[in-house]
């Protein structure tokens, strides 16, 4: 039984990955068509962001918990502090981003240097999730 939890935790967590880096590039592209609005998929992306980063956090904890603590002094442990600053970096880019987007006003459409600021800052986004993805690989699989 506790294996079958085990593997439920890291499924959660890999779809969890999965919802962040998927809606980065659907946001991104989103602010790249000219002819729609991108705020109603901005603003779904950005609740569905902080919701994942949530359960990230708690699997992430849980799968530490089942593999032991990490000695920071072997490779293992420093790739894994390599990740968590990664993350913590996405984390603190989000949030500027996700303000960004909160402050967008539906009144009136929305400027090319905005969308321009928007798309840099989810392109960023993007690339620091796949650089945390790249990172997990090595953690898995050495």
Known sequence: M????????RLVHVLGMAVLLGGA???????RAEDRDPRPALR?????FWGSIGVLIATGVGNLGALGPPRPATRWGSILTIKL???GGVVVLSAVRSLAVGRLDDSEAIRSTTRDRLRVLYAATGWGLGATVALAEVLAHG
């Open 2 to 9: 506790a294996s079958a939890l085990h593997l439920l935790v």
């Open 85 to 87: 600053l990664v993350v």
């Open 25 to 31: 590039v659907v946001g991104w592209r989103t602010l």
């Open 44 to 48: 779904r992306y950005e609740w569905w």
